[in-house]
């Protein structure tokens, strides 16, 4: 009889990163590296981290196998037990009340948000909204832009994360309007960890 291995949670993390990574030994060392980096910098005890990351799953699976249509495509941030569902959706679209309503049918979800836009014309253009934001987030010294999760709809711009002060979410939303393109900043941003 062979002996049994445990996982330790570092050996879990590694194989992710290389799972997600498709096996690429580079790729895994960058994802590897985010994630660290993102938990290292993160104002959340690990257990919150670890109980948000939980959650968000948690939705994500029960709005793939939702039966109501659309669902699948709506984005869940969740941080210190407060979920944000976010993405394209028409107005009053049944997706929007089912999301809602799985997500407040999820332990350990304090509250939550919705930002819904009503179409996407440039999801291409979006994207690289997107990527224009993060680099304007990491070029700033003030900002520790793993902080903040960043969603670009329509042009419309969702800022959801935690950070140490008030002064820290204004900066990151002035960081943010600064770029060409954004329409709307709405921020979600936390202050202080639970």
């Known amino acids: 009889m062979m002996p049994s291995k445990t996982v330790t949670p570092a050996g879990l993390l590694l194989m992710s990163a290389i799972f997600l990574a498709g096996c690429n030994p580079y790729m895994a060392a960058v994802s590897l590296t985010t994630q660290a980096y993102g938990m290292a910098t993160d104002v959340r005890s690990v257990s919150t981290q670890a109980a948000d990351t939980a959650i968000e799953a948690q939705i994500k699976a029960a709005l793939l196998t939702s039966p109501v249509s659309g669902t699948a495509g709506i984005t869940v ?9 976010a993405g394209v959706l028409p107005r009053r679209a049944p997706a929007g009340f089912a999301a809602v ?18 179409g996407q014309p440039d999801a291409v ?7 224009k934001i993060k680099t304007s987030l990491i070029s700033d010294p003030r900002l520790t832009s793993g902080q903040v999760d960043v969603g670009v709809y329509a042009g419309h711009v969702v800022l959801v994360g ?3 002060s008030w002064q820290r979410v204004e900066d990151f939303r002035e960081d943010v309007r600064s770029v060409p393109g954004v329409l709307s900043v709405r921020s979600y941003v936390q202050v202080g960890a639970l």
Do not use: H
Not at 77 to 85: A, K, N, S
Not at 106 to 117: A, H, K, P, Q
Not at 125 to 131: E, T
């Open 162 to 164: 935690v950070v140490d």
């Open 125 to 131: 253009g979006d994207f690289s909204l997107k990527a």
């Open 77 to 85: 941030y969740c941080r210190q037990g407060e979920v944000v569902l």
């Open 101 to 118: 309503r799985i997500a407040r049918d999820t332990s350990g979800v304090r509250r939550v948000e919705t930002f819904y836009v009503d």
